[in-house]
């Protein structure tokens, strides 16, 4: 059974720093196209940033473009988000999900698994 797992998430000041985790198993992790989603409370879940096979090719959105970074280690079955000069307006429940199609898709319904979601919390 595959299984995506979060770790990382936290209390922060804005500002501040975390890193998320996410360790994959039970599939081909090198074949998945890796993303990471947000749910702030009240609202859709939205994309945040996604990361090719081999993580020669990412997109971030525009809400985290300059501040966070995707990256992969496929020898580790890992992908990571540096979250970087945080905002109280990042507090959500970040989600790890994976998929076998090709591009760096922004939607949620491309994607086939999903991990259980690790809260950020940004104090201001």
């Known amino acids: 059974q595959v299984q995506l797992v979060e770790s990382g998430g936290g209390l922060v000041q804005a500002g501040g720093s975390l890193r998320l985790s996410c360790a994959a198993s039970?599939?081909?992790?090198?074949?998945?196209?890796m993303a990471w989603f947000r749910r702030a409370p009240g609202k859709a879940r939205e994309f945040v940033a996604a990361?090719?096979?081999?993580?020669?090719?990412?997109n971030h959105s525009d809400s985290v473009k300059g501040r966070c970074t995707i990256s992969r280690d496929n020898a580790k079955n890992t992908v990571d988000l540096q979250m970087n000069s945080l905002k109280p307006e990042d507090t959500a429940v970040y989600y790890c999900a994976a998929t076998l199609r090709l591009g760096l898709l922004t939607t949620t319904t491309w994607y086939d698994y999903w991990g259980q979601g690790t809260q950020v919390t940004v104090s201001s």
């Open positions: 990361i090719n096979w081999n993580g020669d090719s990412t």
């Open positions: 039970e599939l081909t992790f090198s074949r998945y196209a």
